[in-house]
């Protein structure tokens, strides 16, 4: 019962109750007018370090600290595809100190868990979209096939030989090896790690094979020839990495495999402190040395309002639900 209601029916305690009832009713109205300034916020990248979500949360972290004059902390929790932190996050307060850096992984969890401790569609507000990560096919320089289609043809003739490494099973990387295999009909061993950076450091230690993954995660080992990069995925290069094919040019007419982060708040975050979130992200990011150090790693920002990223995150939720589907897999947990 609000305070109003409870206010309707007790008329004839009025007097006791009106300044409690004031008091309540204002006590939203405050918080929002004056967050952020009672604690840190606490910003949930569900990877591990080392990796583009990683790397996104740190760039906006340290930015948001200096426009909102109140420290952001990123706090890596990973496990299960994302679903461990994202859960953490469903169950805050919704009164903008706790945020997730979210991705496409948690539209596609939807569709990969028979469990799930959150609905991404309902336990969330949308707060922005950030931007958008190609997906790039990289291997151990100890892969000797120089093309893609040369890659392709040794798989066929020796299935089950090469393993690639995912950061998580279920995570956009993982999706996109399984839809290549669907795509090319080759047979590649899964190993899911927890996280980019501890995947794409086995793979440089030639304990897996191969990898697809974020531009950002394997910029280093492909400029410093640890890494030797096949082809990329998206309809034009990226100016991180200007002389890798896209898959097209490689040989693979069709490969739709696009990664997206974004930002969450606990569902009932006031509207006010979202809309905030929303302008101070874009400033953020937008600003033209953050957008540069961001760009250069391979990240493309592409900012949303909060309602055009919900309907971003619908369809994403009902593209992996075909997906997955069509090409057969899904999580035992």
């Avoid at 007097?15 to 929002?32: N, T, Y």
């Avoid at 047979?187 to 899911?192: N, Q, S």
């Amino acid at each position: 019962m609000n305070g109003v209601s409870r206010y309707l029916h007790i008329k004839s305690v009025a007097a006791c109750v009106i300044p409690v009832l004031c008091a309540l009713a204002s006590w939203p109205v405050a918080a929002q007018a004056s967050w952020p300034n009672a604690k840190p916020i606490s910003l949930i990248v569900p990877w591990s370090p080392g990796g583009v979500a990683d790397f996104l949360g740190r760039q906006l972290a340290d930015s948001l600290t200096k426009q909102l004059n109140q420290t952001v902390i990123v706090e890596n929790k990973p496990g299960a595809g994302t679903n461990i932190g994202s859960a953490d996050v469903a169950n805050a307060a919704p009164d903008g100190y706790t945020l997730l850096l979210a991705s496409s992984a948690n539209a596609a969890n939807m569709s990969l868990y028979k469990r799930m401790r959150y609905d991404t569609r309902t336990d969330f507000t949308p707060v922005t979209l950030v931007g958008y990560t190609p997906m790039v096919l990289v291997a151990n320089p100890s892969v000797r096939q120089e093309t893609l289609l040369e890659l392709i043809a040794h798989s066929k003739d020796h299935p089950g030989e090469i393993a690639y490494a995912s950061a998580g099973a279920g995570s956009p990387a993982h999706l996109a090896g399984e839809l290549f295999k669907h795509e090319t009909k080759v047979d590649w061993l899964h190993i899911p790690y927890k996280g980019a950076g501890p995947a794409i450091t086995d793979l440089m230690g030639g304990q897996v094979q191969t990898m697809f993954t974020n531009v950002p995660a394997s910029l280093g080992g492909i400029r410093s020839g640890k890494l030797r990069a096949f082809a990329i995925t998206g309809e034009h290069r990226s100016p991180a990495l200007p002389d890798t094919p896209t898959f097209a040019e490689a040989g693979l007419p069709s490969f739709p495999a696009t990664g997206w982060y974004g930002v969450f708040a606990p569902v009932g975050t006031p509207e006010k402190i979202v809309q905030k979130l929303n302008m101070e992200i874009e400033q953020a990011l937008t600003s033209p040395d953050q957008k540069k150090r961001v760009t250069d790693q391979g990240v493309e920002i592409s900012i949303l309002g909060p309602d055009e990223f919900k309907v971003l995150v619908a369809s994403d939720i009902e593209f992996y639900r075909e997906l997955t589907e069509e090409i057969g897999i899904r999580s035992n947990l």
